[in-house]
């Protein structure tokens, strides 16, 4: 009887519920609003630079279908051409709607939702960037600013252990890594 009722249990468990915990950790690309306040310009300038990062975000179910939760990592740029390198560190907010459960609930059929989470959001955040300016071996700390959409898809190969792929402006434009359910 035990056998039956935790067979028929997790067959109808799903990879994102209203309990989900989610923390992932994962490597990609991104690309962060710098605000050089230096003064080149009478009131400074702003510019955009792509870096590379080591993510790490958690994400919390405040519904059967959406999650908020936080982004931080550390990035940064090698020199770029000869004029600067930096090193960045951002910080920020995420919600993300888990469509593919809304969809595995609505289906008659098994698509496999509880090893496969596929999700649409929205991120938002700010941090600051170190540059090293060449020209005048000096360092400047930069205020970073980032906000954009992201997609995205875990698929759990174990029950708590997910490989995590993530497409979007803003926090990454690609990031791949692992999610592990608490």
Same mark, same amino acid.
């Given at each position: =009887?035990? =056998? *039956? ?20 950790? !994962? ?12 003064? #080149?310009? &009478? ?23 959406? !999650? ?15 004029? #600067?390198?930096?090193?960045? =560190? @951002? ?6 709607? $888990? ?12 698509? $496999?939702?509880? &090893?496969?989470?596929?999700?649409? /959001?929205?991120?938002? !955040?700010?941090?600051?960037?170190? +540059? #090293?300016?060449? @020209?005048?071996?000096?360092? #400047?700390? $930069?205020?970073?600013?980032?906000? /954009? @959409?992201?997609? !995205? *898809?875990?698929?759990?190969? +174990?029950?708590? +252990? ?21």
């Amino acid at each position: =009887m035990l =056998m *039956i009722l935790t067979v028929s249990n997790s067959a109808k468990a799903q990879a994102w519920d209203r309990d989900s915990k989610v923390l992932s950790l !994962g490597v990609g690309g991104a690309n962060f609003l710098h605000f050089d306040p230096r003064g #080149y310009y &009478k009131y400074g300038y702003a510019y955009s630079n792509f870096t590379g990062q080591l993510n790490f975000q958690g994400e919390f179910a405040i519904h059967k279908y959406v !999650g908020l939760g936080f982004t931080t990592g550390v990035g940064g740029a090698g020199p770029i051409g000869r004029y #600067y390198s930096e090193v960045n =560190m @951002p910080i920020g907010f995420i919600a993300n709607f $888990h469509f593919y459960q809304l969809i595995a609930d609505k289906s008659s059929r098994n698509i $496999h939702a509880d &090893k496969l989470d596929i999700y649409a /959001g929205l991120n938002v !955040g700010s941090g600051f960037a170190a +540059v #090293y300016y060449n @020209p005048d071996g000096r360092f #400047y700390l $930069h205020p970073i600013f980032f906000a /954009g @959409p992201q997609v !995205g *898809i875990r698929y759990y190969f +174990v029950p708590n +252990v997910a490989l995590n792929a993530e497409l979007g402006y803003g926090k990454s434009w690609a990031n791949i890594g692992f999610s592990f359910k608490l």
